[in-house]
């Protein structure tokens, strides 16, 4: 499912703004009576306030989810053949087939590759199989009174409660994951009122129910969260021996015409020479590389995480034709604990790495590759046992 971590938003609502509207902490009915309230001076009726929040109780399941973050501490290498089984791959050819005029449709209309949406499908509900079971306002209203990111989820309340009265969101029975996504693409109440779409013409916005509404929504968003039509995202890539690894990363871009001539050629198919893209290596120089495209930067806006995202980039380009990556044989990655040793001591470098919680994120990656650079190791943000030695 699209998660939302402790230090990052993964999933978040187009429309949340940056600031809470209601007191976080305290007594949770003390707090739901100033969300009423809240709600009331939004103009919602005092009737469909009380029949919304009614009922409306703290889950300390939700809490508990939020806080398990040990998915995002795999590789990308162990991440990617965890989430792409041979079952996944064939059920995903499949659901291509048999739902191949929704796709039409969803390429006509946003730009969007059919490969994309059904990567997410995939992972985030397997294909619709596994929506969640969590129910959407008491995981939201908890979330809401958590004083973490109340900011983030306060927002997606008021937007349940529109689609409430709408007629297209019960608070006692809809259901969905731990943090408020909801259907088989997992998206919360703000992004279906800013994205959702009506695929199938029947009047209303079904996420659970119709691929094509849940398609559709799912392109239309990342069309408004900004992807190029039409345009590739990642493609793996052979690199020369000689390459300068300190040009890897999201940092660094140039046209992928640019790349061809310092060597990197794809490994099947062209570059799409006249965009700009970054080489990246999520497990290091001797592991797969990749050529990531601007829409590639978009899949950031659906989830922060990096490992997700490259896997489901990748896992796209499967579904559409492309090879099994050549794994290589990267270095051993760090454990969890090892990664958070490495975080202080880089931290205490000067370097921003967020929060110290042994996953390499973005900031830990690009610390590590300055830091590689200055001990004239080579520079390509994979940490080592040799590098965390060294510090």
């Not at 449709?105 to 499908?121: C, I």
């Not at 970054?278 to 806006?301: D, T």
């Not at 454990?335 to 880089?346: H, I, P, V």
Request: charge should be positive; glycine fraction near 10%; aromatic fraction near 10%.
């Amino acid at each position: 499912m699209r998660i939302i971590l402790a230090t990052a938003v993964l999933a978040i609502g187009l429309s949340s703004p940056a600031t809470a509207m209601v007191k976080c902490g305290g007594s949770f009915s003390g707090f739901v009576t100033a969300m009423k309230k809240e709600a009331r001076s939004k103009g919602h009726s005092k009737a469909a306030v009380d029949t919304f929040f009614a009922g409306v109780r703290q889950d300390a399941a939700t809490l508990k989810a939020d806080r398990a973050q040990g998915i995002f501490q795999k590789s990308f290498l162990d991440f990617s053949r965890a989430l792409i089984s041979q079952n996944r791959m064939a059920v995903g050819q499949s659901k291509l087939k048999k739902h191949a005029a929704i796709f039409d449709q969803m390429e006509r209309s946003y730009g969007v590759s059919r490969g994309v949406l059904t990567a997410f499908w995939a992972f985030e509900t397997d294909y619709g199989a596994f929506q969640g079971n969590f129910n959407t306002l008491n995981s939201l209203m908890t979330l809401s009174h958590d004083c973490r990111r109340p900011e983030l989820f306060q927002p997606q309340v008021f937007a349940a409660l529109e689609l409430f009265e709408r007629g297209s969101f019960n608070p006692k029975t809809s259901t969905g994951a731990w943090a408020g996504e909801i259907g088989m693409v997992q998206m919360l109440p703000g992004d279906i009122i800013e994205a959702g779409v009506d695929g199938n013409g029947d009047g209303k916005v079904d996420l659970r129910r119709s691929p094509a509404d849940a398609l559709l929504s799912g392109a239309n968003m990342l069309r408004q969260l900004g992807w190029r039509a039409n345009e590739p995202w990642v493609q793996e890539v052979i690199l020369p021996k000689d390459f300068d690894w300190s040009k890897t990363g999201l940092g660094t871009q140039m046209k992928a015409s640019q790349w061809a001539r310092l060597g990197v050629t794809p490994r099947a198919g062209k570059l799409s020479a006249n965009l700009p893209a970054s080489i990246l290596l999520p497990q290091g120089r001797k592991g797969p590389a990749f050529i990531a495209y601007p829409n590639f930067r978009v899949y950031f806006e659906w989830n922060k995480s990096f490992t997700y995202v490259m896997t489901a980039a990748y896992f796209a380009t499967r579904l559409e034709g492309a090879p099994v990556y050549k794994a290589g044989n990267p270095d051993p990655a760090l454990s969890g604990a090892q990664l958070k040793q490495l975080q202080k001591k880089l931290a205490a470098r000067g370097h921003d790495v967020g929060k110290i919680d042994g996953i390499l994120g973005a900031k830990t990656r690009v610390a590590v590759q300055k830091e590689q650079k200055r001990l004239g190791l080579p520079a390509d943000a994979w940490p080592t046992a040799a590098l965390l030695s060294k510090l």
